[in-house]
């Protein structure tokens, strides 16, 4: 049975058909050790419709357009946006999109800001942990962060997985774990390098509840008093990581959401199903335990569910 509680879905994946391919040319068809889903519109309408999503917000999640060669990124960021506007054209209540940029190129990464801000109206950027084993936050996207803050623009960042030689030898799949550790470490650099500080008015999407940050938040409050960092964190780690939002997915539950709720206030959380990698039952999953959470009352559960979103994305407040 559908639930009729109106929903924006912040964290909503989509595999353009000719992206899709040319991992697949070059033998990628899987990220931390889950196929790269194909990606079908009617399909998709049809889930939303079961779980009462009146918005997907759509990205192109890991592995991203960049795997060692720099004009395919470029062609691919592209060919991914172009296809990401023409959804949104053609269903402008059912979807919006975040934009691809192909880093580690900069100045590319510049001009495919531009084109899909200014003249595909994209809602936002996606971004990745990290790109070529530089994490955001890394002097090397400095620039980008700065046009990026003049933007205002709203970032949703995924967490890529490590570079081979990085990942732990458990046998486990990278998703299973390194995804939240993979977002943890690319929150700290962005701290400790000082991106938060000089780029305040970016809005920064975190995924899966911001990986293990609201846990260990204390313990990177240790960083402002540590030579060298504690004089790229001024205001005190606590105000950076209050100022960041937080979607839900694959995190609806009591004790992540418990810990998250004493880190930010309700209005930085945001419903995500991260749908297709996770199945239509993890969605529902997610649904579920929002609304059977006692820490939300029904004012704090809406917000979470579409009205946080609406304030970020002000052209999906007709009909709010």
Same mark, same amino acid.
């Given at each position: 049975?559908? &639930?009729r509680?109106?929903k924006?879905?912040?964290?909503?994946?989509?595999?353009?058909?000719?992206?899709?391919?040319?991992?697949?040319?070059?033998?990628?068809?899987?990220? !931390?050790?889950?196929?790269?889903?194909? $990606? &079908?519109?009617?399909?998709?309408?049809?889930?939303? @419709?079961?779980?009462?999503?009146?918005?997907?917000?759509?990205? /192109?999640?890991?592995?991203? /357009?960049?795997?060692?060669?720099?004009?395919?990124?470029?062609?691919?960021?592209?060919?991914?946006?172009?296809?990401?506007?023409?959804? *949104?054209? %053609?269903?402008?209540?059912?979807? !919006?999109?975040?934009? *691809?940029?192909?880093?580690?190129?900069? %100045?590319?990464?510049?001009?495919? +800001?531009?084109?899909?801000?200014?003249?595909?109206?994209?809602?936002?950027?996606? #971004?990745?942990?990290?790109?070529?084993?530089?994490?955001?936050? &890394?002097?090397?996207?400095?620039?980008?962060?700065?046009?990026? &803050?003049?933007?205002?623009?709203?970032v949703?960042?995924?967490?890529?997985?490590?570079?081979?030689? @990085?990942?732990?030898?458990?046998?486990?799949?990278?998703?299973?774990? %390194?995804?939240?550790?993979?977002?943890?470490?690319?929150?700290?650099?962005? #701290?400790?390098?000082?991106?938060?500080?000089?780029?305040?008015? *970016?809005?920064?999407?975190?995924?899966?509840?911001?990986? +293990?940050?609201?846990?260990?938040? #204390?313990?990177?409050?240790?960083?402002?008093? $540590?030579?060298g960092?504690?004089?790229?964190?001024?205001q005190?780690?606590?105000?950076?990581?209050?100022?960041?939002y937080?979607?839900?997915?694959?995190?609806?539950?009591?004790?992540a959401?418990?810990?998250?709720? %004493?880190?930010?206030?309700?209005?930085?959380?945001?419903?995500?199903?991260?749908?297709?990698?996770?199945?239509?039952?993890?969605?529902?999953?997610?649904?579920?335990? #929002?609304? @059977?959470?006692? !820490?939300?009352?029904?004012?704090?559960?809406?917000?979470v569910?579409?009205?946080?979103?609406?304030?970020?994305?002000?052209?999906?407040?007709?009909?709010?």
């Amino acid at each position: 049975m559908m &639930d009729r509680q109106a929903k924006i879905d912040i964290h909503h994946h989509v595999a353009p058909p000719e992206y899709r391919s040319a991992l697949a040319a070059r033998g990628v068809e899987s990220v !931390g050790g889950r196929p790269i889903p194909a $990606w &079908d519109l009617e399909e998709t309408l049809a889930f939303m @419709e079961r779980q009462g999503i009146e918005t997907a917000m759509l990205s /192109v999640s890991a592995p991203g /357009v960049f795997i060692g060669d720099l004009p395919l990124a470029r062609e691919l960021a592209h060919s991914c946006n172009e296809y990401l506007a023409g959804l *949104v054209r %053609e269903h402008p209540r059912r979807f !919006g999109a975040f934009a *691809v940029l192909p880093l580690p190129d900069v %100045e590319a990464a510049l001009e495919e +800001t531009a084109y899909a801000l200014d003249r595909l109206r994209l809602d936002g950027i996606a #971004l990745l942990s990290s790109v070529a084993g530089r994490y955001m936050g &890394d002097p090397s996207y400095a620039t980008l962060f700065e046009e990026l &803050d003049r933007r205002e623009a709203v970032v949703f960042m995924h967490p890529h997985t490590p570079e081979e030689g @990085e990942v732990p030898r458990t046998g486990l799949p990278p998703s299973l774990i %390194e995804f939240v550790f993979e977002t943890t470490r690319a929150v700290a650099t962005l #701290l400790f390098n000082g991106t938060l500080e000089r780029c305040p008015r *970016v809005r920064i999407i975190l995924p899966h509840a911001g990986g +293990t940050v609201p846990f260990i938040a #204390l313990r990177l409050t240790l960083g402002q008093f $540590w030579p060298g960092l504690q004089e790229n964190v001024p205001q005190g780690v606590l105000a950076y990581l209050q100022r960041l939002y937080y979607d839900t997915a694959l995190a609806a539950a009591p004790f992540a959401l418990r810990s998250l709720q %004493e880190l930010v206030n309700d209005s930085h959380i945001l419903f995500g199903s991260d749908y297709p990698f996770a199945p239509e039952l993890a969605a529902a999953a997610t649904v579920a335990g #929002l609304n @059977e959470y006692p !820490g939300f009352d029904h004012s704090a559960r809406e917000a979470v569910f579409h009205r946080n979103a609406r304030e970020l994305f002000p052209r999906l407040r007709t009909g709010a």
